[in-house]
């Protein structure tokens, strides 16, 4: 029996893993030809719409059920709500209508009539004053840790400042909802847009009450998740609900408004922050009270992560959640990591600002309170060559200005776990030597299905060709929902375990039928190899299996080296900002992430590159604006809520930060961790344009100018 | 436009589109004068008659009994199975639903399918009808100008659109040129390098 060694190879011996891999599944993205939960199309299916609170606090008063049920082409109204439900945010849901045209299930919701019944809401997430008199506030706990009043008389430097980053969405998209279908036995086919394939049948079967063994989820492609697609959600069992009722297939996706006001969002944090260094800019002192929103529940980003990575000895935080009538919070790529950033490296800029140091510096001289100062370190040495820090910083606000352009450098830096989890495959070597795997697992755009082929290539010492993945189905073993940054680690573990196992299995194949030792064989270049002496081929070797494919499951996670967790990451920018107009342009972007092993290293960039742009984003110009007076989301549009396009990105730079000492950790996820020190980056550089700071993201033109004022006045 | 193309294979004419609109009309007016009250007047929408609409899609003519108002989007991706082009906006900001209207790059919801008759409508999936191989679309792999890939259907179309009215453009000209869509996942960078790399090459 031959039983090989679970690891990975040094990176030189790889031929695949560590490469530049084309998407194995990137031409079907490009031509249409993958097929997303909202392109099911089925005979017969009915396309539902949904009717929303207009308001951000209201009683149902009254609504026409039967009215809407005699609209041509309608067939199915589902009520969310009930008359005398309150319903307790805009885009709360009233009810559902599914026809056979769009056109008339908006007929239908036009003819529910529904009427409401205002009542008192609150929306302001920033005035924390305001809440507290309107009692719309929850205590969200309070620290302390050292002597604070000694170490602020020690410091040579106190410096006292208000941050604050506003809510933003999530804004998959594809949005939200599901292609429902009943067969004639009973069982539920769900065409699902979810980052959880394995994980969502119980909650489509609890509510239908029928089992979970009837229900089917399939999920063959995501067009995005960011967090907030991990659930069936009420939606999703009235699509199931009217597909039964109607006896045809039933289309719900949430039109976008609705999207954005239900479908998930970042909570929002602004903080009042107290500051103590040493003369090198170390902080000795930490004081803060921060403050936000994540709707009804009253909670703003939690207190024990704050400050951010560096963990001063003197510290002081309090954090207050406000209760709003809004819709309620999802996970956010990194969840509470960028606003903790974005409150954290903005006041360390600002010590450095205040001693009149280079933030470089100040920096480095807290890097012993982190927990990877070495990573950090050389990261940022990296990263300020790319940028050339060295020529372009200069003293905060002290850099000239051009026609009123000014220009600055600023950096952040990050942490994140990244580890695997609970996940399963099947592995397949067929008798002709084509292998596929299997896993309930689905790609939100992290390239999946590339880094399982790339993993058993490189394992089997075949093509990327000749590696089948199947993906995006319940009925395969169940594999994590893809959140945290978790499913490269746990994909790629799971299925180098399998496949290692499978080929000490072939091997034994190939041993008894060479009559040579198995334990010495290797298998690279669709060869199998004893030494440097070719055996037989990978397919004559295969052949051996004769009619019964070898199947073998592999599990994650296991303490074999595999996998691990945790990652740095620091990011420098480089900006322009015109203090006539108030308008920031991002010149250059650099970012400097290690995750471990690397194993495909073109779908991890994109991983980098896409978070940068996403940072710009949050950055510069995405938040979602609430009118107290009306409670309304009052942009939840793609025209009024403002993402980047092509042309407002500025350069880009992306290092993977991959020494031997990164590589032997084995693989660690990438998903979140770039996204977190983007904002924070960006807004030092402006402060280091400016000297003065622009105290909230997204750091739009008015706030520009608002704080270039505040500093004249 | 249409008086210079009368005689349009559709067949569709303005006259033809002018006695629907007057049918829509006689419609509404049979619906108020059942019920008094303003407010039914502003509830009760009655549509507009349902008609015989011919489109030629990807070199195929395609005949439809749709209303008036039925929007393109939603006749390609519903209707025709032409699922390539993704409704994301509904407000056409986004891009994800671009197809070519005689070869001009075009948001399908911007358009009503009755107003594209006669029209020459290409979408995605005729990059790569008959197996033919897609230049674009094989930038956009090789340049890993992708993740989700909801936005990147509508990306290849505007892309390939604006490299045929632009093949030499500039980095700033393709930055502008592909102004008009949105990707959340953040993919600009491999888009601007593809369409920076075919420029050069005078690939598409």
């Known amino acids: 029996m031959v039983d090989l060694k679970v690891g990975w190879n040094k990176p030189e011996e790889n031929s695949l893993i560590g490469t530049a891999m084309l998407r194995i599944d990137g031409y079907e993205k490009a031509t249409g030809a993958a097929k997303y939960a909202s392109d099911a199309n089925t005979a017969g299916t009915l396309y539902a719409k949904v009717l929303t609170c207009p308001h951000g606090l209201a009683k149902l008063a009254s609504i026409k059920v039967q009215d809407a049920e005699k609209v041509p082409g309608v067939e199915a109204v589902h009520l969310f709500a009930n008359v005398g439900d309150e319903l307790k945010w805009e885009g709360a849901l009233v009810a559902a209508v599914a026809a056979t045209r769009p056109e008339y299930a908006d007929d239908g919701l036009r003819a529910l009539q529904a009427m409401f019944e205002p009542l008192e809401h609150f929306v302001d997430e920033a005035d924390l004053d305001g809440a507290v008199k309107a009692n719309r506030t929850k205590d969200n706990g309070e620290k302390t840790k050292g002597d604070l009043a000694a170490a602020f008389a020690a410091a040579k430097v106190v410096h006292e400042g208000e941050y604050g980053v506003s809510t933003i969405t999530h804004m998959c998209l594809e949005p939200h909802g599901s292609h429902c279908e009943w067969t004639k036995d009973g069982n539920l086919v769900a065409n699902l847009s979810t980052q959880n394939v394995s994980g969502t049948a119980g909650q489509f079967a609890g509510p239908l009450e029928i089992e979970a063994s009837k229900v089917s989820i399939i999920c063959n492609y995501i067009g995005g998740g960011f967090g907030s697609k991990f659930a069936a959600d009420e939606w999703g069992v009235a699509a199931a609900r009217m597909a039964k009722q109607t006896g045809k297939p039933v289309r719900l996706m949430l039109d976008r408004a609705t999207e954005m006001k239900i479908g998930g969002n970042r909570p929002s944090a602004f903080a009042k922050i107290k500051v103590g260094a040493d003369a090198d800019g170390k902080i000795i002192a930490w004081e803060s009270h921060h403050w936000g929103t994540d709707g009804l529940t009253g909670n703003t980003v939690p207190i024990k992560d704050l400050p951010y990575v560096f963990q001063p000895e003197n510290v002081q935080h309090k954090a207050t959640g406000i209760i709003t009538n809004c819709g309620p919070k999802r996970a956010w790529r990194a969840p509470n990591h960028p606003q903790l950033c974005a409150l954290t490296d903005t006041a360390m800029d600002d010590i450095a600002r205040k001693l009149g140091k280079n933030s470089y510096d100040v920096f480095l001289a807290n890097l012993s309170q982190t927990p990877r100062q070495d990573v950090y370190r050389a990261e940022m040495e990296i990263a300020a060559r790319m940028i050339d820090w060295k020529a372009k910083w200069h003293p905060h606000g002290k850099g000239g200005a051009n026609n009123g352009v000014v220009r600055g450098v600023g950096m952040a830096l990050h942490t994140w776990p990244g580890v695997a989890v609970a996940a399963s495959c099947k592995v397949k070597v067929n008798p002709d030597g084509s292998v596929e795997s299997f896993a309930g697992s689905q790609d939100i755009g992290t390239g999946t299905r590339t880094v399982i082929a790339t993993v058993l290539a490189e394992t089997f010492g075949v093509e990327i060709a000749d590696v089948r993945v199947h993906i ?67 397919k004559e070797a295969t052949a051996l299996l004769g009619i019964k494919p070898l199947e073998v499951q592999g599990e994650s996670p296991a303490d074999d080296g595999l996998t691990s967790s945790g990652v740095g990451g620091v990011q420098m920018a480089d900006v322009s900002v ?32 896409g978070a940068l742009i996403m940072g710009i984003a949050y950055a510069l110009s995405e938040e979602r604006i609430m009118d107290n007076t009306t409670g309304r989301f009052i942009n939840a549009d793609l025209q009024n809520y403002k993402l980047p396009r092509i042309g407002d990105i500025g350069e880009l730079m992306v290092e993977m930060y991959r020494p031997e000492s990164e590589t032997s950790r084995g693989v660690i996820g990438l998903g979140e961790p770039p996204v977190i020190s983007t904002g924070a980056a960006i807004s030092n550089a402006v402060c280091n344009a400016l000297g003065v700071r622009v105290s909230q993201l997204p750091m739009i033109p008015k706030r520009v100018l608002d704080a270039l004022e505040g500093a004249r006045a | 436009m249409q008086d210079q193309s009368p005689q349009s294979r559709s067949g569709y004419s303005r006259r033809d589109f002018l006695k629907g609109t007057a049918a829509a009309t006689a419609a509404s007016a049979a619906v108020l004068s059942e019920h008094e009250s303003a407010e039914a007047a502003t509830t009760k929408v009655a549509s507009a008659q349902i008609q015989e609409i011919t489109l030629s899609v990807n070199g195929k003519e395609h005949v439809l009994q749709l209303e008036p108002r039925a929007n393109l989007l939603d006749v390609l991706r519903n209707d025709l199975n032409l699922t390539g082009c993704k409704e994301v906006c509904e407000t056409t900001n986004c891009g994800a639903c671009t197809v070519m209207i005689d070869g001009k790059a075009t948001y399908a919801c911007s358009r009503l399918a009755i107003e594209c008759q006669g029209k020459k409508i290409a979408t995605v999936e005729s990059l790569t009808a008959n197996g033919q191989q897609d230049k674009v679309a094989e930038g956009f792999l090789k340049n890993d100008a992708m993740q989700c890939g909801y936005c990147t259907p509508g990306f290849v179309m505007a892309t390939k659109a604006f490299l045929q009215q632009h093949p030499k453009a500039s980095l700033e000209e393709i930055q502008k040129g592909l102004g008009g869509n949105i990707c959340r996942c953040g993919t600009y960078h491999g888009i601007t390098q593809c369409a920076v790399a075919m420029a050069q090459k005078g690939e598409a």
Request: net charge positive; charged share 20%; hydrophobic share 35%.
């Open chain 1, 472 to 538: 995006g189905n319940n009925s395969y073993p169940y594999s994590n929902p893809s959140g945290g940054s978790t499913t490269v680690g746990s994909v790629s573990g799971a299925n180098r375990r399998a496949g290692i196992a499978a080929l000490g299995q072939l091997f034994d194949k190939v041993a008894e039928k060479y009559k040579i030792d198995g334990s010495k064989l290797s298998a690279k270049k669709k060869t199998i190899w004893l030494g440097d002496k070719a055996v037989c081929s990978w």
């Open chain 1, 578 to 609: 015109d203090t006539e107009t108030g308008k920031i342009r991002v010149n250059q972007l650099v970012a400097v992430q290690d995750c471990g092993l690397v194993i495909c290293l073109e779908t991890a960039k994109s991983q980098v590159y």
